[in-house]
């Protein structure tokens, strides 16, 4: 197992940096431990700090609020190969917060002042209080998670796509396995964004806001097949469309996304694919952001994710699937 702790080395405020040097070096098949990571603002994001008082900060870092920390270089992993990764343990400090700015999020004009709302968490982790009458079970996941695009760009972690990025994909919990397509030597995977709970599709632009006492990902090659990232449940797969401009988009671009996937991977065509789509499959909006202000350079995109149930398949098709993402093994 190799251990990486936030410092200034290994975080970059809102980015992901192709001129980063590694964090950690690992084998396919190892674990990476982050310990004590990063609150947004290149930690500066406190408990109990005011509106006021925060506003400044998410001026300071234009780039983006989310404290990505890497890069784990994965040893021989190639373009063209995949990353699975494993969550295998998620801790989140003992506080979080929930916030909306003026001009964010699915009703970026109808309210007339910002709102902070902050959380405590009892010891296990498993559990708060919102306010009178209303408390809940925590499901700690993890939202932003992505090796580099090709290329010697800096990629805003506010974005997503097919490298994986700004997913905020709730059942991203520990037990989940996340496929992602690989575009450099090494992969270079960079992680943030901690959530303790998060209502599928992020209306107010946040779920509950926190960081990590500890996570760790178990991080394998895989020689698939797939595009587009896939998130791996007990029951289901999970794959994504992203859009700029509206949900339409998003949905269509998921939609084509699962038929490209499954035709050419299974034994179905790809009118069976779109069938089976729309009568097993749900398309479920991940996050609404319809920002008409923001104090980042970048806006997150609108984003829908497909789940796909793993019981309506049988064993032939659920193998061919799995080839797609996992290949011959290589540990």
């Known amino acids: 197992m190799k251990e990486i702790v936030s410092n200034q080395d290994t975080v970059r405020s809102g980015f992901l940096d192709p001129k980063a040097p590694p964090a950690v070096e690992i084998d396919s098949g190892e674990t990476v431990s982050y310990v004590n990571t990063w609150t947004h603002w290149g930690n500066e994001a406190t408990y109990g700090l005011d509106f006021a008082s925060r506003e400044p900060l998410r001026h300071k870092y234009p780039k983006g609020p989310y404290s990505m920390n890497g890069p784990v270089v994965v040893k021989e992993v190639q373009p063209g190969d995949i990353l699975e990764i494993n969550l295998t343990k998620l801790r989140p400090i003992s506080w979080g917060w929930n916030s909306f700015p003026l001009g964010v999020g699915a009703l970026p004009e109808d309210f ?42 800096e990629t805003s972690a506010i974005l997503a796509g097919n490298y994986g990025g700004n997913l905020v994909l709730p059942q991203f919990v520990v037990g989940a396995t996340l496929f992602l397509p690989v575009f450099k030597p ?3 995977l960079w992680i943030g964004n901690i959530n303790a709970r998060e209502g599928e599709g992020v209306v107010d632009q946040t779920g509950i806001e926190t960081a990590a006492e500890r996570l760790d990902l178990k991080v394998t090659i895989r020689k698939g097949s797939i ?34 996937w499954l035709s050419i991977t299974t034994d179905l ?27 980042y350079a970048t806006k997150p995109p609108k ?15 659920t193998q061919q699937i799995n080839q797609s993402l996992r290949g011959e093994k290589n540990e």
Do not use: C
């Open 269 to 295: 065509d790809e009118s069976e694919v779109y069938s089976l789509a729309s009568m097993v499959m749900d398309f479920r909006v991940t996050q609404y952001a319809n920002q008409i202000q923001t104090a």
């Open 186 to 188: 090494g992969g270079r």
């Open 227 to 260: 595009k587009v990232p896939v998130v791996e449940t007990e029951d289901a797969w999970y794959t994504f469309g992203f859009s700029d401009e509206s949900l339409d988009d998003a949905l269509v671009n998921g939609l084509r996304n699962v038929i490209d």
């Open 112 to 153: 007339k002042e910002p709102y902070l709302h902050y959380f405590k968490f009892n010891e296990a982790r498993t559990h708060t209080h919102f306010v009178k009458g209303v408390s809940f079970d925590l499901r700690p996941f993890l939202g932003v998670i992505g090796v580099e695009p090709a290329g010697e760009e």
């Open 303 to 317: 984003e829908i994710h497909v789940k796909i149930p793993k019981n309506v398949f049988d064993q032939k098709l």
